[in-house]
């Protein structure tokens, strides 16, 4: 199992990043799939997930109205837009894969787990 993430850098407030994450190894289209983050000094927190063919998603309220998950099950790859960042977006963004049915949030509830990609918003 194997998930590949991708796609972070260095970008100045009220820009734009996509984030890619290619997975293998397993369903993909079984798995509802998450994206989370954790700044330096923080624990890890929820970012969003989509449902297994992406037809319910939900988000962070911190992130809600500037971040869109999608993803498309025939390349295995889930993706989150992040639109109008902010410094305070800054943190390590990893995606993971759940096995649950249902939309969940707890980072317990997530079996696999790609790399951290940084991303880094400046002032």
């Known amino acids: 199992v194997q998930l590949q993430a991708s796609g972070g850098g260095l970008v100045q407030a009220g820009g734009s990043l996509r984030l890619s994450c290619t997975a293998s190894?397993?369903?993909?289209?079984?798995?509802?799939m998450g994206w989370f983050r954790q700044a330096p000094g923080k624990e890890r927190e929820f970012v969003g997930c989509?449902?297994?063919?992406?037809?319910?998603?939900k988000y962070a309220d911190s992130v809600n109205g500037r971040f869109t998950i999608s993803r498309d099950n025939a390349k295995n790859t889930v993706y989150l837009q992040m639109n109008s960042l902010k410094p305070e977006d800054t943190a390590a963004y990893y995606c993971?894969?759940?096995?649950?049915?249902?939309?969940?949030?707890?980072?317990?509830?997530?079996?696999?787990w790609g790399q951290g990609t940084l991303v880094t918003v400046s002032s």
């Open positions: 989509t449902s297994r063919f992406g037809s319910t998603n």
């Open positions: 993971a894969a759940s096995s649950s049915g249902l939309i969940v949030t707890m980072a317990s509830r997530y079996g696999y």
């Open positions: 190894g397993f369903t993909f289209s079984n798995y509802l």
